[in-house]
């Protein structure tokens, strides 16, 4: 289970991304993250992720408190966590193969156990045969699809995406939200950060909605 108490950020400078949000999200649970452009979903994200440390509050994944664990335990944490970013964050002068197999060569995985899972993972999002191909030979939709194989092939128990549908249209970007929910009916918790609100309306998820960095809605 994933729990925020009183959580707050605060960046040098004096800037608050986050004031006081507390929530919780279910083991096995999807929800989704909403709100303005600057509204704070990024930074919460990456608090889950251990990218940033809260200022004051708790993180608590698993009953463990991940804002104050220390640094050197940070990659354990994040191999419970799988990480979608808008931008993809691919290595384009890698293949598809080596850019899903990094987080097994990470975690020192056998390399017949890697090529067994790169491979499910492609399958599962539909880029079966495409492992020797660059990213940039490559649609939007199809870089997207190989940013969530990378953060499944770990069998993460919990997907975090940030804006994954940003830059898709309509019907991509509804592939991607059904794909997002196989892992979510196989037990993987979803939390998706998008500004798509008619979208996520029509998926019938819980949504929080964040402004100016605080939690005004918690419903669904």
């Known amino acids: 289970m994933l729990q925020f108490i009183n959580v707050s950020k605060r960046y040098p400078g004096g800037s608050e991304a986050l004031k006081n949000v507390s929530f919780e999200i279910q083991q096995g649970e999807m929800a989704f993250l909403t709100g303005h452009s600057g509204a704070g979903k990024s930074t919460l994200l990456k608090l889950i992720a251990v990218l940033e440390r809260s200022s004051q509050g708790q ?36 293949t598809v193969f080596d850019n899903v197999a990094l987080p097994l060569i990470i975690a ?42 990378r953060a499944v092939v770990n069998r993460p128990p919990m997907i975090l995406a940030d804006e994954p549908t940003g830059n898709l249209d309509p019907q991509l970007s509804a592939e991607i939200m059904q794909l997002f929910e196989q892992f979510n009916q196989v037990g993987v918790t979803v939390l998706i950060a998008s ?15 964040l402004s100016q960095g605080e939690l005004v809605q918690n419903h669904g």
């Not at 390399?111 to 491979?119: G, P, S």
């Not at 500004?195 to 909605?209: A, S, T, W």
């Open 108 to 149: 020192g995985h056998q390399q017949h156990e890697i090529k067994r899972r790169v491979r499910a993972a492609l399958d599962k999002v539909g880029l079966s045969g495409k492992e020797r191909r660059y990213p940039i030979t490559l649609s939007g939709g199809e870089q997207q699809r190989i940013g969530i194989a």
């Open 59 to 94: 993180v608590m994944l698993d009953s463990q408190n991940i804002g104050r664990i220390p640094q050197r335990l940070v990659p354990y944490t994040r191999r419970k966590i799988g990480m979608i970013f808008q931008d993809h964050r691919l290595l384009h002068n890698h």
């Open 195 to 209: 500004h798509d609100v008619p979208l996520i309306k029509r998926m019938g998820y819980r949504m929080l909605e």
